[in-house]
Structure formats: structure tokens, C-alpha cells
């Protein structure tokens, strides 16, 4: 069974403190692995897809990277309206459900001016 | 402008009652889902669809329904066999057979059963 495991589950940085996320996963064949942005009460934004390990992608403050069993989402000089949950998901390569996503539970990010 | 458009943003059911979420893209997209999300829970597959007239369950299908007649409606039924229905619930559609792997979400709707 494909699992994603997010950590930590909440993280409070100062504005301009860098940090990274880190999302660890399992799965029968890597399809791609996606990063997300949630708003309250909105539906996920999307923010990249990796493919393979050694991948990376930038947009802005945030630089997704991808190894063969995690994946990390770094946010440089993070702004107070970096604040959300991150959200990483996997779809496996093989099986029937090939075109299923598998959710993490989210990391909450808070950045305070 | 191109995207998912889910109505209404919220919902509210009395208990015994189906209720019918909508959802509609105009990205031309093959594929539609329908998660749910729960506080402290990571988003849950209900259903999917990869083609008209073809669909799978989920992880959590029991007691919700869906129909794929038309590429750009994907509604949820959520039956009164549904045992804890109070949610957020989220539309997706992806590109897949475009080789574009990335699901776009819609805003969501709310569903509170009084």
C-alpha cells in the first residue's frame, strides 16, 4: 500500500527564517511526486510534480527536491503570506489504480512578520 | 477562465436525506476525482474517472455514489447510507492521458449534516 508520511505536522518560522519540509514516501514504482498549497477553506493550489530522484523545481521562495525515498519542499526567506498547509502527494507507477493520488496529512506552516 | 467549479461552497443535510455535490471543468481533462478531507486527516480517493461512462471506487466509497454521463461533470451523491457525512469535499480533474500527471482541485464544498 502507498504511504506518505509529512513532517512535522505544524512548523512556526519567523519572516526571512528559512526552513524545509520534508515529505517520506512509499510506493510500487514512483509515478510522480506532488507538492501542494492549501488555504483555509480552499481547495489545494498546485505547486510542482517530480518525477525522478535528482529532480529539482523552484518557484519564487520554494525549491521542491526529490530522492528515491523522501521528497523535501525548502522555503527560503519565507513572507507571512507563505502561510499554509503544504500538501505532498504520490501516484504509483503500477497496479489498476495507477491514476490514484496518495495524500499526506499536511505540514501547517505559520509565518510570522 | 479554465477550471473546476464546485457548488454550492456549502451544504446542509438532515440526516436521512441524499444530498448531490457538482462539479464541473472546462480544461478538457479525462480524468475527475472526488476526495474528502477531514481535520488532521490527509485528503481521502471516494472515487475517480478515467473515461465517460467509467468509473472506480476509492478508498472510501461506501455510502457515497457518483456518474460520469458528460467529460466535464463528475457529481457526488452522498446517500443517506453515508454514516459520518459532515465534510470537506474536494473535485479534482488531471490530464493523464495528456501525460500531464498533476490533478487541479476545485474550491470545495462544505457538507454539514444537522
Known amino acids: 500500500e502507498d504511504q506518505v508520511t509529512q513532517s512535522p505536522e505544524a512548523l512556526r518560522l519567523q519572516e526571512g527564517e528559512s526552513s524545509s519540509l520534508n515529505c517520506s514516501y512509499t510506493?510500487?514504482?514512483?509515478?510522480?511526486l506532488f507538492w501542494y498549497r492549501q488555504d483555509p477553506g480552499k481547495g489545494p493550489e498546485f505547486l510542482f510534480t517530480l518525477y525522478s530522484a535528482g529532480e529539482e523545481k523552484e518557484k519564487e521562495r520554494l525549491k521542491a527536491t526529490l530522492t528515491k525515498k523522501e521528497s523535501f519542499l525548502h522555503i527560503t526567506a519565507p513572507k507571512p503570506e507563505d502561510s499554509a498547509t503544504y500538501l505532498c502527494?504520490?501516484?504509483?507507477?503500477?497496479?489498476?489504480?495507477?491514476?490514484?493520488?496518495?495524500f499526506g496529512k499536511g505540514t501547517l506552516l505559520t509565518v510570522n512578520p | 477562465d479554465g477550471g473546476i467549479t464546485q457548488s454550492p461552497k456549502y451544504l446542509f443535510r438532515k440526516e436521512g436525506q441524499n444530498v448531490t455535490l457538482s462539479c464541473e471543468q472546462n480544461l478538457n481533462h479525462d480524468a475527475m476525482y472526488w476526495y474528502r478531507q477531514d481535520p488532521g486527516q490527509g485528503l481521502r480517493l471516494i472515487y475517480y474517472s478515467q473515461i465517460v461512462n467509467d468509473f472506480q471506487k476509492g478508498d472510501i466509497a461506501e455510502g457515497y455514489s457518483v456518474s460520469r454521463e458528460k467529460k466535464e461533470s463528475f457529481p457526488l451523491t452522498v446517500t443517506s447510507a453515508q454514516k459520518n457525512p459532515t465534510a470537506f469535499y474536494l473535485c479534482a480533474s488531471s490530464d493523464q492521458f495528456g501525460g500531464r500527471l498533476e490533478a487541479f482541485f476545485g474550491q470545495g464544498t462544505r457538507l454539514t449534516v444537522v
Open positions: 510506493v510500487s514504482g514512483l509515478r510522480g
Open positions: 502527494a504520490v501516484q504509483a507507477a503500477s497496479g489498476g489504480s495507477n491514476y490514484k493520488l496518495t
